[in-house]
C-alpha cells in the first residue's frame, strides 16, 4: 500500500502501514470483538426500569403531563376535551413506556424528553396540534427558542412500531 500524505503532516510524525489479521494479533489482551459492517447493528431495546416503583412511574407521568400542558393551548378543537386522555393513553403504549421514563443523557429532565417532542411531533402531521411551527412549540415548552427539544419537534422516533402504534391510537 503506497501512503499518500497531502498537505503539510508536520514534523516529527510517523506514518506506519499496519496489516492487522485478526484484532487478537494486533492486541493478544482482546477478549471479545465485534463487528458491525454495513449498518447491521442490533437495536437497543430498553426495557422499563424494574427498580422503578409505581409511585415513582406515576411522578414521572404527572411531570410529562404537565411538560406538556405548556402547548395545551395550540390543541385543535377536535381534541381539546381529550387531551389528557389520549396523552395518557400514548405514555401507556408498551413501546414508549419502556424508553420515556429514562431520560438517558438528557440534561434537566426526569424523562425522556426528546421521545415526548418526537410523539408531539407525530401528533402535529395527525391534526393533534393547531400549530405546527417547532420555533412556537419549542417557545411554549421550554421558554427559548434555541432549546435542543427543537430540532426533535420536527423527527419521529426511530422506533417504526412506536409511531405506528401512536399513529393508530390518534386514528
Known sequence: MD???????????TFQEVHIGTVQNYNPNATTVINYNYGDKPKATSSPDNNMTDDEREHLKSEIMTY????????????????????????????VKSIVFSPGKQKDTLFNRNLVANIIYIMCNAGFYSETNA???TVALEGDKEHSVRGQLAKEPADRL?????????Q
Open 68 to 95: 406538556v400542558s405548556r402547548i395545551k393551548q395550540y390543541v385543535a378543537n377536535e381534541w381539546r376535551n381529550r387531551y389528557e386522555t389520549t396523552w395518557r393513553s400514548v405514555l401507556d403504549i408498551p413501546e
Open 135 to 137: 420555533t412556537a412549540l
Open 162 to 170: 412506536l409511531v405506528k402504534h401512536v399513529k393508530a391510537l390518534l
Open 3 to 13: 501512503i499518500n500524505i497531502k498537505g503539510n503532516p508536520g514534523t516529527g510524525n
